[in-house]
């Protein structure tokens, strides 16, 4: 890739990055942030393949989009389990 | 507390914060502005030397291959951690619970990604010294596949396959395997993790010498670690779910 093309790409990457940040942050319900969090877990391997880092991109890839929602949808489901379990002893 | 003394703390904390990364970051390097000796030098030496074309894993497998040793058995050591907080709770019932996807669309396409998901998996560990990739990449890879059985057939399925007395053996396996070819090299009389094989043929699967057997080593041992790991997970998420159904 010349240099032409690569900064446009990596303007655009960067672009994806600073707004898919906030965008994590900014979701209030859980499940829909570990989607959003997926996206930015990708913009985040856009940026080191454009970078020059795919090995890194390749572990982002997974770590982002499969191994972190799982262990934040457990961590969700025994929080939410619980509560209903506190609920019910109120009753 | 209430919302103003936190916006109290926040704000010098965040300006402090700012200040200190600004600082930083003006002070880089730029980018591409490479000054130490070593990365020019493994750049000149993996090809004629160790017949491999990807820099980052002749450095990763070979030149500095203790280092990775201990970061293999980082991983060991946290997956012992997640077993011993999450396992043998009273919480076998939860091979028996019933959670297949209603959708025929979602078994179709996931049936079809748990093949190439693998596929690209062993092909990353395969060619992790000719193309970016490598044991621990590929063996992630080859993970994430088994985890879509999950996803296609439903959590009674998958925990045939991801259970411990296939798995444990097999990340022992690769995380014992990486540490006995280590040895091979003591027995030869050279240092620990020598490459002692010759490099192949640079370009092909054939390269890397004996750090091919220790880049198949870690994928392995990556692999069954996070299936294993994906297991645990998927356990502590089911049961919840199986019991307020």
């Known amino acids: 890739m010349t240099l032409a093309t690569l900064v446009p790409l990596q303007s655009v990457a960067l672009a994806l990055v600073a707004l898919g940040a906030p965008a994590v942050v900014f979701s209030r319900d859980p499940l829909k942030m570990?989607?959003?969090?997926?996206?930015?877990?990708l913009s985040l391997v856009l940026l080191f393949v454009i970078y020059g880092a795919?090995?890194?991109?390749?572990?982002?890839?997974?770590?982002?989009?499969?191994?972190?929602p799982l262990v934040v949808l457990v961590a969700i489901a025994r929080v939410r389990a619980r509560e209903g379990d506190e609920e019910d002893d109120e009753e | 507390m209430s919302r103003r003394v936190r916006i109290?703390?926040?704000?010098?904390?965040?300006?402090?914060?700012?200040?200190?990364?600004?600082?930083?970051?003006?002070?880089?390097?730029?980018?591409?502005?490479?000054q130490g000796p070593y990365g020019f030098i493994v750049n000149r030496i993996a090809?004629?030397?160790?017949?491999?074309?990807?820099?980052?894993?002749?450095?990763?497998?070979?030149?500095?291959?203790?280092?990775?040793?201990?970061e293999e058995f980082i991983l060991f050591a946290a997956v012992i951690g997640v077993v011993l907080l999450l396992r043998d709770r009273g919480e076998r019932d939860a091979d028996e619970i019933e959670d297949d996807t209603g959708s025929d669309l979602i078994r179709v396409c996931g049936t079809l990604a748990i093949g190439a998901a693998?596929?690209?998996?062993?092909?990353?560990?395969?060619?992790?010294?000719?193309?970016?990739?490598?044991?621990?990449?590929?063996?992630?890879?080859?993970?994430?596949?088994?985890?879509?059985l999950y996803l296609v057939a439903g959590h009674r399925e998958w925990s045939a396959f991801g259970n411990e007395t296939l798995l444990d053996?097999?990340?022992?396996?690769?995380?014992?395997?990486?540490?006995?070819?280590?040895?091979?090299?003591l027995v030869g009389g050279l240092a620990y993790l020598t490459n002692f094989f010759p490099g192949g043929v640079t370009g092909t699967v054939w390269s890397g010498g004996s750090?091919?057997?220790?880049?198949?080593?870690?994928?392995?041992?990556?692999?069954?670690?996070?299936?294993?790991?994906?297991?645990?997970?998927?356990?502590?998420?089911?049961?919840?779910?199986?019991?307020?159904?």
Do not use: C
Not at chain 2, 8 to 34: C, E, K, N, R
């Open chain 2, 118 to 148: 693998v596929l690209v998996g062993l092909w990353l560990v395969a060619f992790g010294f000719v193309t970016p990739g490598g044991g621990f990449q590929g063996g992630v890879a080859v993970a994430s596949g088994a985890l879509l």
């Open chain 2, 169 to 185: 053996p097999i990340k022992g396996i690769g995380g014992g395997g990486y540490a006995v070819i280590g040895l091979a090299a």
């Open chain 2, 211 to 245: 750090a091919a057997f220790v880049n198949w080593a870690a994928g392995i041992e990556v692999a069954a670690a996070l299936v294993i790991l994906f297991a645990e997970f998927l356990q502590a998420y089911i049961v919840p779910i199986a019991r307020s159904s």
């Open chain 2, 8 to 34: 109290g703390i926040f704000l010098p904390a965040l300006a402090g914060l700012g200040a200190l990364l600004v600082w930083s970051y003006t002070g880089l390097p730029s980018f591409g502005d490479y």
């Open chain 1, 54 to 68: 795919p090995d890194v991109g390749l572990s982002m890839l997974v770590v982002g989009t499969v191994a972190y």
């Open chain 2, 47 to 70: 090809t004629p030397l160790r017949h491999m074309d990807n820099a980052v894993n002749a450095t990763t497998y070979d030149i500095r291959g203790f280092d990775t040793l201990g």
């Open chain 1, 34 to 41: 570990i989607v959003v969090n997926g996206l930015y877990g």
